[in-house]
């Protein structure tokens, strides 16, 4: 029995390494996909303060075509001024002056309000910009080491799954079959060791009996308690783990 069991303990060794590579290769990616998800954030939030910048500069537009109109007309009335004869043309046209420097002064002022707010998104969004950049490279890297992980595993699973097929051709059939029945309902750990006549799966006592048996390794031994399937090393007392 105790032959039978060392190729057995051996599967399960591997079987456990497959879960965990297949555990990590369903974890990983969703790292990647966090990392990705951040990366976008960052990106709409640079994106949302050029927008607001376009929009500054098409209010901006208008104003400025409405600046230079009204240039025109002061300089038209610049030019007029001088040919004028009559005290009522002169006063009427000093009123069509007031009125265009009064709207030039209300339109510039729109301006300056219009570049200071833009002034202060732009320095707003290099401060984005630099920090996305700065945070691009270590997420970057972040990822491609994941990437790197991903890939690793992947090849330890096609290696470990290799080693498996193999050994269960080895291991005794019924064995096997018990070995996977039990496996099923205890999270990967059909077979554990049994030291000192406490099973390791369970933690519990075993009758001196049935640890005698065990150690003289004549037939199956199955814990009372956990119902695994019990080994026990050739050295007992001494520690591997
Ligand atoms: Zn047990």
Do not use: W
């Not at 150690?215 to 956990?226: A, K, T």
């Amino acid at each position: 029995m105790k032959e039978l069991l060392v190729d057995l303990i051996a599967l399960q060794n591997v079987e456990i390494e497959m879960y965990k590579a297949q555990e990590g290769l369903r974890e990983l990616p969703k790292d990647i996909s966090e990392i990705e998800s951040i990366m976008s954030a960052r990106r709409k939030s640079l994106d949302a303060v050029d927008e607001e910048i376009a929009a500054y500069e098409q209010k901006k537009e208008p104003l400025e075509a409405e600046l230079k109109e009204n240039q025109a007309i002061l300089d038209a009335a610049d030019a007029r001024i001088k040919r004028i004869k009559t005290n009522k043309e002169f006063l009427a046209l000093q009123r069509e002056i007031d009125l265009a420097k009064k709207r030039k002064a209300d339109i510039e002022e729109q301006i300056l309000t219009i570049m200071d707010k833009m002034e202060k998104r732009s320095a707003e969004r290099e401060r984005i910009r630099v920090s996305f950049e700065t945070d691009r490279v270590i997420l970057d890297e972040r990822k491609e080491r994941i990437a790197g992980q991903i890939r690793e595993l992947e090849a330890v699973l096609v290696e470990y799954q290799g080693k498996d097929k193999k050994l269960r051709k080895i291991v005794d059939p019924s064995l096997l079959s018990k070995y996977d029945r039990i496996k099923q309902g205890k999270k990967g750990l059909a077979v554990v060791e049994c030291h000192d006549g406490v099973c390791k799966g369970c933690h519990m006592h075993i009758q001196p009996q049935l640890f005698n048996e065990l150690v003289r390794g004549d037939r199956l031994i199955i814990c009372p308690s956990c119902q695994r399937i019990l080994y026990v090393k050739p050295s007992d007392g001494e520690d591997e783990e």
